[in-house]
């Protein structure tokens, strides 16, 4: 086995894009984004011979006093790595797995350490029934489990199932509501300008105000938008009555899957169901694309309360039929202990 940077683009994304439930955010173009945000990014792959057999993509972020970490955003990857852990392969499909990931692993600290880094932040695509393997792989190092930054609860659409299959798993009031706008003439299309950008930001301000969250800036949506939109790895969809936008998503499309990322709504005709339209159109065009899975994202835990904060946000994905799929979370590998501290005291006092 040998480690290399990976640097054709078709090389990476044929390996993620062939994966179960393809990461897009182990991507090419998920990589290229990042350095439109000013991130050094690294692709390292574990080869065998030809062969790929892993790869990771890292991400630098700076932090202050010359300070900075690196995250892997659902990675790092391994060939087959979800079909072997859900299905239990035999011992030695999993003593290569483990002896891929220990190697894309020793080869981030590696370059850690040659860039001074605190800390590196993981969400591997593990299920969390698989968490005792990713403890096994990380034992030897000083790692400790923190607040997710991709969801650790998402929720998803087997787009192998024929429509009227889809419509039938549907919630009634989801399938009414979705008819509702239909016959409201609520409409659905793509966005293709800078003003059609300005009017999804203009909703995602009103939504962040309505719903209380945080959002990102609103240049890192549009740096999302302008590098991400022309090659097709992603669509934002808006949903018009009346000639006015009530609603609009960011979806990405990558390998096997569709990834519904960012959502934002409009306060007004609330009563003509535009979401729900929205959606369905979405889910429509990713089957006839050919794609597997339409993933709906982030939802609360199966065992969070009436009052958690995305409860009703999954109400309104899982209405849509489907089933969930719950990771391991993130976990900080630390190579600098004492700036750990101090970083994390100083970002509970922030939050």
Same mark, same amino acid.
């Given at each position: 086995?040998?480690?290399?940077? @990976?640097?054709? &683009?078709?090389?990476?994304?044929?390996?993620?894009?062939?994966?179960?439930?393809?990461?897009?955010?182990?991507?090419?173009?998920?990589?290229?984004?990042?350095?439109?945000?000013?991130?050094?990014?690294?692709?390292?792959?574990? %080869?065998?011979?030809?062969?790929?057999?892993?790869?990771?993509?890292?991400?630098?972020?700076?932090?202050?006093?010359?300070?900075?970490?690196?995250?892997?955003?659902?990675?790092?990857?391994?060939?087959?790595?979800?079909?072997?852990?859900?299905?239990?392969?035999?011992?030695? +499909?999993?003593?290569?797995?483990?002896?891929?990931?220990?190697?894309? /692993?020793?080869?981030?600290?590696?370059?850690?350490?040659?860039? !001074?880094?605190?800390?590196?932040?993981?969400?591997?695509?593990?299920?969390?029934?698989?968490?005792?393997?990713?403890?096994?792989?990380?034992?030897?190092?000083? @790692?400790?489990?923190?607040?997710?930054? &991709?969801?650790?609860?998402?929720?998803?659409?087997?787009?192998?199932?024929?429509?009227?299959?889809?419509?039938?798993?549907?919630?009634?009031?989801?399938?009414?509501?979705?008819?509702?706008?239909?016959?409201?003439?609520?409409?659905?299309?793509?966005?293709?300008?800078?003003? *059609?950008?300005?009017? %999804?930001?203009?909703?995602?301000?009103?939504?962040?105000?309505?719903?209380?969250?945080?959002?990102?800036?609103?240049?890192?949506?549009?740096?999302?938008?302008?590098?991400?939109?022309?090659? !097709?790895?992603?669509?934002?969809?808006?949903?018009?009555?009346?000639?006015?936008?009530? +609603? +609009?998503?960011?979806?990405?499309?990558?390998?096997?899957?569709?990834?519904?990322?960012?959502?934002?709504?409009? *306060?007004?005709?609330?009563?003509?169901?535009?979401?729900?339209?929205?959606?369905?159109?979405?889910?429509?065009?990713?089957?006839?694309?050919?794609?597997?899975?339409?993933?709906?994202?982030?939802?609360?835990?199966?065992?969070?309360?009436?009052?958690?904060?995305?409860?009703?946000?999954?109400? %309104?994905?899982?209405?849509?039929?489907?089933?969930? @799929?719950?990771?391991?979370?993130?976990?900080?590998?630390? /190579?600098?202990?004492?700036?750990?501290?101090?970083?994390?005291?100083?970002?509970?006092?922030?939050?």
């Amino acid at each position: 086995m040998e480690i290399k940077e @990976i640097t054709e &683009q078709k090389v990476l994304d044929a390996f993620i894009g062939l994966q179960k439930m393809s990461q897009f955010l182990q991507s090419w173009l998920w990589g290229e984004f990042q350095k439109k945000l000013g991130r050094k990014v690294w692709r390292l792959g574990v %080869f065998e011979d030809d062969s790929l057999l892993g790869s990771v993509l890292v991400v630098r972020y700076i932090l202050p006093l010359g300070r900075n970490y690196l995250y892997c955003p659902r990675g790092p990857i391994v060939e087959d790595q979800l079909l072997r852990l859900r299905q239990g392969s035999g011992g030695r +499909a999993m003593t290569e797995f483990q002896t891929v990931f220990k190697e894309l /692993l020793k080869e981030i600290v590696s370059r850690a350490q040659e860039q !001074g880094t605190m800390f590196v932040k993981l969400e591997p695509p593990f299920e969390k029934s698989s968490q005792h393997v990713f403890e096994e792989i990380t034992k030897d190092y000083n @790692i400790y489990q923190v607040d997710f930054i &991709q969801p650790q609860d998402s929720w998803y659409l087997d787009l192998e199932k024929s429509e009227e299959e889809l419509l039938q798993n549907m919630h009634h009031k989801t399938r009414y509501n979705i008819r509702l706008a239909e016959k409201k003439n609520v409409t659905v299309r793509l966005a293709e300008s800078d003003e *059609d950008f300005e009017k %999804f930001w203009q909703l995602n301000l009103v939504t962040v105000k309505r719903d209380q969250f945080r959002s990102h800036s609103r240049d890192y949506y549009y740096q999302m938008f302008n590098t991400l939109r022309n090659s !097709g790895f992603l669509k934002l969809y808006l949903a018009e009555y009346n000639n006015e936008v009530l +609603a +609009a998503n960011i979806v990405m499309f990558f390998g096997d899957s569709v990834t519904y990322v960012h959502g934002a709504s409009s *306060d007004l005709h609330r009563n003509v169901m535009a979401p729900h339209l929205l959606q369905w159109q979405q889910i429509q065009q990713a089957k006839k694309d050919g794609f597997r899975i339409f993933d709906f994202w982030g939802v609360a835990p199966t065992d969070a309360s009436e009052n958690h904060p995305w409860s009703g946000i999954s109400r %309104f994905k899982k209405s849509f039929g489907g089933k969930g @799929i719950s990771y391991v979370g993130a976990y900080d590998l630390i /190579l600098d202990k004492m700036w750990y501290k101090l970083y994390k005291l100083t970002y509970t006092i922030k939050h």
